[in-house]
């Protein structure tokens, strides 16, 4: 019955190294997200899609690379990772772009690069 | 879009009732009053939204006063489970559905 699932919860990793994080959602929504959250707590949007094309890509470094391979999935690909890449990600999803106040998100995958 | 302010941290007693205030002087006529809760180790959750006056839903109230440049959350009779962080949310960037999260509230609720 989970709204919005994320693989792995937890991922522990060495630098330069490349990992991948999953997202569903089964709300059967438009929109999906990916947002970071460092250790400050401040909470960043990286990437959002809509029907599976691209519309928000902040500044975010192009070894960061998400994959929509249908409307239900967003995942992140990070290749050759840095100290600095270690946060929480989130994934989200909305029913439609514009005016999408209400967001529902994932639990979170706690990145940690050692 | 519009910075909101508010305070870093509350603490509040069970039973009681939490009041948090965000201001958004550079609020846009267009922009709605959104608010998210966050536990520890989830995901933020929405809460409420509103645009003018009064908002009240099974969570929470939203009181908006006439000029918008302010909007305070009200939580009734918190218990320990309230423990939280709070995020107040003014607009959205267009049409991309670009949420912009400040720094929020974290409230902490003693027994």
């Known amino acids: 019955d989970t709204a919005v699932s994320q693989t792995p919860k937890y991922l522990v990793t060495q630098m330069g190294n490349d990992k991948s994080i999953k997202c569903e959602q089964n709300?059967?929504?438009?929109?999906m997200y990916w947002y970071k959250q460092d250790s400050k707590k401040f909470l960043k949007i990286m990437f959002s899609?809509?029907?599976?094309?691209?519309?928000i890509n902040e500044t975010v470094p192009n070894r960061f690379s998400p994959k929509s391979p249908d409307k239900a999935h967003l995942n992140l690909h990070i290749n050759s990772l840095e100290l600095g890449d270690s946060a929480v990600y989130f994934c989200a999803s909305s029913t439609r772009l514009a005016g999408s106040y209400e967001q529902y998100f994932g639990p979170g995958t706690r990145l940690t690069v050692t | 879009l519009a910075k909101t302010t508010q305070p870093i941290s509350m603490d509040s007693y069970e039973g009681q009732e939490v009041n948090i205030t965000c201001s958004h002087n550079n609020i846009a006529t267009n922009d709605y009053i959104t608010w998210y809760q966050q536990f520890p180790s989830q995901g933020p959750r929405f809460i409420i939204q509103?645009?003018?006056t009064k908002v009240t839903n099974e969570v929470a109230s939203l009181f908006i006063p006439a000029d918008r440049k302010s909007s305070t959350l009200s939580l009734p009779r918190v218990s320990l489970s309230d423990t939280a962080v709070y995020y107040c949310l003014v607009g959205i960037s267009g049409n991309t559905g670009k949420l912009i999260f400040g720094q929020g509230t974290t409230l902490q609720v003693k027994p």
């Open positions: 709300l059967g929504h438009d929109t």
């Open positions: 899609y809509n029907n599976k094309e691209l519309i």
């Open positions: 509103g645009y003018k």
